[in-house]
């Protein structure tokens, strides 16, 4: 079954007894190849390899974001800076010594002073963060490729209804050839007739051959059915192929084109025309699919 690139991930601890939340979020896009970017905590900054081999292990193509964050869950922790007090307090015994000024302290006015009251990051070891981060990691990963199986489901489907079009369309194509030599014939025995000439029974038969060879288009029809059946067993192949489905597409539109080209009759055009409709819509999904 075909998997989409596109979906998302996300997973959530809360890190005891140091009170951090660590999220793991990962989004995908499609892409030509793998490509894994990250945005990471200061302390998981050597881990970057570990996890885009966790990512290979799991997704085979696509653009992958993976941003992960630390912080506090309760807000920030904030603590006295004593620098900052001492020297406040030596000031005011300074200024007790010149001016007559009252014992107390409010303690509102000590908090207005700039610098008292500073952040104190909360430290959690990098063996314990790492770990935790790892488990995260997968699970964000297990819950995008839950998304991206489902999404592929509904590709596959509309990839499923659009091959039934184009295989139809073909089997009228099919279907319209011996009627158009029939009347190929017809029509070249009518204007001998209309000429007054008696007919050149070698000279209408090489017309005939001549038509035959230049407007045959069975090999291209066999071909067309061919890649029309290698599509419909791809989109069941697992794991999913996106790129052998885009090649097949190419293939399937290649011998479209000659089919029209070869033609030169308004029916076979027109189904010829609608096979093209159908191939574009499939080329926008197939581009999603890894």
Request: aromatic share 4%; glycine share 4%.
């Given at each position: ?6 979906g ?7 890190l005891?007894?140091?009170?951090l939340?660590l ?20 302390q ?29 869950s ?23 010594k ?18 008292l ?50 295989s ?10 011996p009627?158009?030599m029939?009347?190929?014939r017809n ?24 038509f ?7 090999e ?55 096979i093209?409709?159908?191939i ?11």
């Amino acid at each position: 079954m075909i998997t989409s690139m596109t979906g998302q991930g996300r997973a959530v601890e809360l890190l005891k007894p140091e009170g951090l939340r660590l999220t793991v979020e990962i989004r995908s896009l499609n892409h030509r190849y793998l490509d894994v970017s990250l945005k990471l905590p200061d302390q998981l900054a050597g881990y970057e390899e570990k996890i885009k081999e966790t990512v290979k292990k799991k997704i085979a193509r696509g653009s992958v974001s993976i941003s992960i964050h630390l912080e506090e869950s309760n807000g920030k922790k904030l603590v006295l800076n004593p620098e900052v007090l001492d020297n406040f307090l030596n000031l005011i015994k300074t200024l007790r010594k010149r001016v007559n000024v009252s014992d107390e302290l409010n303690p509102e006015f000590l908090l207005r002073l700039p610098g008292l009251i500073k952040e104190e990051p909360v430290e959690v070891p990098t063996d314990k963060l790492w770990n935790r981060t790892e488990k995260l990691v997968c699970k964000a990963l297990t819950d995008l490729v839950k998304m991206r199986s489902a999404e592929g489901r509904n590709l596959g489907k509309d990839l499923r209804s659009r091959l039934k079009l184009v295989s139809a369309n073909l089997t009228a194509i099919k279907r319209r050839v011996p009627i158009r030599m029939k009347e190929k014939r017809n029509k070249l025995a009518e204007i001998m007739t209309e000429l007054e000439k008696e007919v050149d029974h070698n000279r209408f038969l090489q017309e005939v051959l001549y038509f035959s060879e230049r407007f045959d288009i069975h090999e291209e029809c066999v071909r067309l059915e061919n890649h029309i059946s290698l599509f419909s067993q791809t989109l069941k192949e697992n794991p999913s192929n996106g790129r052998r489905l885009h090649f097949t597409l190419q293939e399937i539109l290649k011998e479209t084109n000659t089919i029209g080209a070869k033609a030169n009759d308004t029916a076979i055009t027109h189904a010829v025309i609608s096979i093209k409709e159908e191939i574009e819509k499939m080329r926008e999904q197939v581009q999603n699919v890894e």
